[in-house]
């Protein structure tokens, strides 16, 4: 000790002293700093879905900092699972091990949620999933820390089994991957299809990432189906409709949740995509109650990607947690029981209700047509109004 | 079983691309002894150099033929040319090692290629479009659908395999390479260049890789950073259940596995998801009858 300088010594004082003085003056001018976690599959076949919905969330979080009379700054801690249940157990394990993350926005990909639900209730970290739709994920067990403001799968199936009776189809082949999602998808199709009295003529079951999709195609043509339902997500999605092509047959193609989106038309081409028909938990931007606000805000802020069909809900999922937040404080288990009496809470894309599983019970089940490039509700579209027809209608 | 015909061709057309993938790893053992397990990695080199050749002849505005013809020689090129220089820097002096060392070592090399792909190419860890430079379309012999750009693929990949063949057993290349499979210190006494003919005997198999990874790319219209893993395995089992080291057991062998998988589909579309399983549990049961392969490798004559 007695090798310190004078200078020195005075270096420490000033040293010790300064944190003080600024430490004061920040905390009369700037807010304290407020942890989120937003987790989407940013590479990876999914990732333009994943990209529209962290876009999307970080939009959330710009405005709410930029509201002059919120209490917090937020922060948004951006992680990528890549739509793999390990890669979403380390990442989530990541974050819910870190205490100054208060709450996390998960998940397109049900695979994914279904692997993670686990964690955040040991870890008692409250989240509200984004755009998972797999029942299980809010319904299995039922954690106080996990909500969903997405829909899940089941109204879609009903809605679309009775929108295709209507139209008189009558034979149908399903089409799904063979992850949890798409064994799901695929069990809620068969049920409602056969409740209106219609036939499956064969199931099929593929991995996501399977390429060659032509010894199931040939059967499929062999079993001459007037529709193909899919249940599955993007990439094999648009794959299926290509090969489809190329094979020459010529069925009606019934979508769900999971092509929905610009990503589906984009791989596919407008031409193929044309006359795709997909059920979807929610009316386009422009019904939703805030729909045209966020579709200016998220262009001005610039960014090159589309929002997805699932970046509104990012962006509500994300602004819920961060009222919750101004409401109770940066607090798990309060942020936790506040998020379970959410109710009636207006939003971008309408109320959002919890119900005693954290499953918001409000989402608008509508039918979409692909009408060149473009998903447009049916019953805005040409094919109604009869200037262009389904594939096979009887 | 109206679609006889239709699963034929599928058969035929994966077969194509397996049987490529197996005489590479045909050729690699026969001469070297060596299990190459990078081939597969080689292989989504080719196609991704195929894709970056063909935006590259898109950009100077070149013909549809002319693209396929440039992305075809850069992808076989591209391959050549990572094939001799794995055997040159890496398997050359690594010869005389215990053969698991070279066998991890080829593992790590196919590691680090895909990886790179992943991460160097843009965007690379999504699945790319590859453009469609084959005739769309086809025709119909009874319910059978017989799409043009597979029939042009199968005739191309046969002609491959048929023109290895020809290299192997009647070149003076692939007389050398014979003598060297057969006896490497004989050879070198004889004068054969050893140094120069490994090098070529790998960029030879490698091209093969390539040539499949350009098939699989026209036909899937899509290729990813990972499609050689899978490719490999399925290619290398090929090649052991055909005999490893006998150019028409490795051809029979991706045929037979091709078979396999579309048979599960056909006969019981239920059970697709486990066509893979199906296939690798039969071929297990034919390993365990003729564990030497189904056509042995003759003691006389490698390669």
Same mark, same amino acid.
């Given at each position: 000790m007695g090798t310190i300088s004078k200078r020195g010594l005075a270096a420490l004082a000033v040293a010790s002293v300064l944190p003080l003085a600024f430490g004061s003056f920040s905390a009369a001018f700037a807010k304290d700093k407020v942890k989120i976690a937003f987790v989407g599959p940013l590479t990876g076949a999914i990732s333009p879905h994943g990209i529209g919905g962290r876009n999307s969330a970080e939009l959330a979080v710009k405005l709410m900092n930029a509201e002059p009379n919120t209490k917090y700054e937020y922060e948004l801690v951006v992680l990528d699972d890549e739509c793999k249940p390990n890669v979403g157990v380390q990442v989530v394990t990541k974050i819910a091990s870190d205490r100054s993350i208060i709450a996390a926005i998960p998940h397109y990909c049900s695979a994914t949620a279904i692997a993670t639900v686990d964690i955040f209730n040991r870890f008692k970290m409250p989240m509200v999933v984004w755009a998972a739709v797999l029942?299980?994920?809010?319904?299995?067990?039922?954690?106080?820390?996990?909500?969903?403001?997405?829909?899940?799968?089941?109204? =879609?199936?009903?809605?679309?089994?009775?929108?295709?009776?209507?139209?008189?189809?009558?034979?149908?082949?399903?089409?799904?991957?063979?992850?949890?999602?798409?064994?799901?998808?695929?069990?809620?199709?068969? =049920?409602?299809?056969?409740?209106?009295?219609?036939?499956?003529?064969?199931?099929?079951?593929?991995?996501?990432?399977?390429?060659?999709?032509?010894?199931?195609?040939?059967?499929?043509k062999e079993l001459n189906p007037e529709v193909i339902y899919f249940g599955g997500?993007?990439?094999?999605?648009?794959?299926?409709?290509? =090969?489809?092509?190329?094979?020459?047959?010529?069925?009606?193609?019934?979508?769900?949740?999971?092509?929905?989106?610009?990503?589906?038309?984009?791989?596919?081409?407008?031409?193929?995509?044309?006359?795709?028909?997909?059920?979807?938990?929610?009316?386009?931007?422009?019904?939703?109650?805030?729909?045209?606000?966020?579709?200016?805000?998220?262009?001005?802020?610039?960014?090159?990607?589309?929002?997805?069909?699932?970046?509104?809900?990012?962006?509500?999922?994300?602004?819920?947690?961060?009222?919750?937040?101004?409401?109770?404080?940066?607090?798990?288990?309060?942020?936790?029981?506040?998020?379970?009496?959410?109710?009636?809470?207006?939003?971008?894309?309408?109320?959002?209700?919890?119900?005693?599983?954290?499953?918001?019970?409000?989402?608008?089940?509508?039918s979409y047509v692909v009408q060149d490039g473009k998903w447009v509700v049916w019953e805005e579209s040409e094919y109604v109004s009869g200037k262009r027809k389904l594939k096979n209608l009887p | 079983?109206?679609?006889?015909?239709?699963?034929?061709?599928?058969?035929?057309?994966?077969?194509?691309?397996?049987?490529? %993938?197996?005489?590479?790893?045909?050729?690699?053992?026969?001469?070297?002894?060596?299990?190459?397990?990078?081939?597969?990695?080689?292989?989504?080199?080719?196609?991704?150099?195929?894709?970056?050749?063909?935006?590259?002849?898109?950009?100077?505005?070149?013909?549809?033929?002319?693209?396929?013809? %440039?992305?075809?020689?850069?992808?076989?090129?591209?391959?050549?040319? %990572?094939?001799?220089?794995?055997?040159?820097?890496?398997?050359?002096?690594?010869?005389?090692a215990p053969p698991l060392n070279m066998l991890l070592m080829t593992m790590m090399v196919g590691t680090a290629i895909r990886e790179a792909i992943r991460l160097f190419f843009p965007n690379g860890t999504n699945p790319q479009r590859f453009p469609e430079l084959l005739p769309a379309g086809g025709f119909n012999i009874g319910p059978s659908f017989f799409r043009t750009d597979a029939i042009i693929l199968i005739i191309a990949g046969a002609a491959s395999i048929g023109a290895v063949y020809w290299?192997?057993?009647?070149?003076?290349?692939?007389?050398?390479?014979?003598?060297?499979?057969?006896d490497t210190e004989t050879a070198r006494v004889m004068g054969i260049n050893f140094g120069r003919i490994i090098?070529?005997?790998f960029a030879l198999g490698s091209i093969t890789a390539g040539f499949a990874g350009m098939i699989y790319a026209l036909y899937y219209s899509e290729i990813n950073y990972s499609m050689g893993?899978?490719?490999?395995?399925i290619g290398f089992t090929a090649a052991i259940v055909g005999g490893l080291?006998?150019?028409?057991?490795?051809?029979?062998?991706?045929?037979?596995?091709?078979?396999?998988?579309?048979?599960? %589909?056909a006969a019981m579309p239920s059970m697709s998801d486990y066509k893979n399983v199906f296939a690798f549990v039969l071929i297990i049961v034919l390993i365990t009858w003729r564990p030497t392969g189904l056509l042995a490798e003759r003691g006389s004559e490698r390669v």
């Open positions: 029942p299980e994920i809010t319904y299995a067990k039922k954690y106080p820390e996990v909500h969903r403001v997405s829909g899940i799968l089941i109204g =879609q199936n009903r809605i679309g089994a009775q929108f295709m009776k209507a139209r008189g189809y009558k034979k149908f082949v399903s089409f799904a991957d063979s992850t949890d999602y798409g064994k799901s998808m695929n069990k809620y199709f068969t =049920q409602f299809t056969l409740e209106n009295g219609n036939e499956i003529l064969g199931s099929f079951s593929v991995p996501p990432d399977q390429q060659d999709l032509s010894a199931e195609l040939t059967k499929i997500l993007t990439p094999l999605g648009a794959r299926l409709r290509t =090969q489809m092509a190329k094979f020459g047959i010529n069925a009606q193609l019934e979508g769900n949740s999971g092509i929905m989106g610009d990503a589906f038309v984009n791989a596919a081409g407008p031409e193929l995509a044309e006359g795709t028909l997909t059920f979807f938990d929610s009316p386009p931007l422009s019904k939703m109650p805030g729909g045209k606000m966020f579709a200016d805000a998220y262009k001005a802020a610039g960014y090159s990607e589309p929002p997805e069909a699932y970046g509104p809900f990012a962006y509500v999922a994300t602004r819920l947690v961060m009222e919750t937040i101004e409401k109770v404080g940066p607090d798990r288990a309060k942020v936790t029981t506040d998020l379970g009496d959410v109710k009636d809470r207006p939003s971008i894309v309408g109320p959002v209700t919890f119900d005693d599983h954290g499953q918001n019970i409000t989402p608008l089940t509508t | 079983m109206g679609m006889i015909g239709q699963h034929l061709l599928n058969g035929l057309m994966q077969g194509t691309i397996y049987g490529l %993938v197996a005489m590479g790893f045909t050729i690699f053992f026969g001469v070297m002894n060596v299990i190459k397990f990078s081939h597969g990695d080689v292989l989504t080199l080719g196609a991704f150099g195929g894709l970056v050749a063909v935006w590259a002849a898109n950009a100077l505005g070149l013909s549809v033929p002319l693209q396929f013809i %440039v992305a075809l020689c850069v992808a076989m090129a591209l391959t050549a040319v %990572v094939g001799a220089g794995i055997s040159h820097f890496l398997i050359m002096p690594l010869r005389n290299i192997i057993n009647h070149s003076k290349f692939g007389l050398a390479m014979r003598a060297v499979a057969e090098p070529l005997t893993l899978l490719l490999a395995v080291g006998n150019i028409w057991g490795a051809i029979i062998g991706g045929y037979l596995f091709a078979g396999l998988q579309t048979f599960v %589909v």
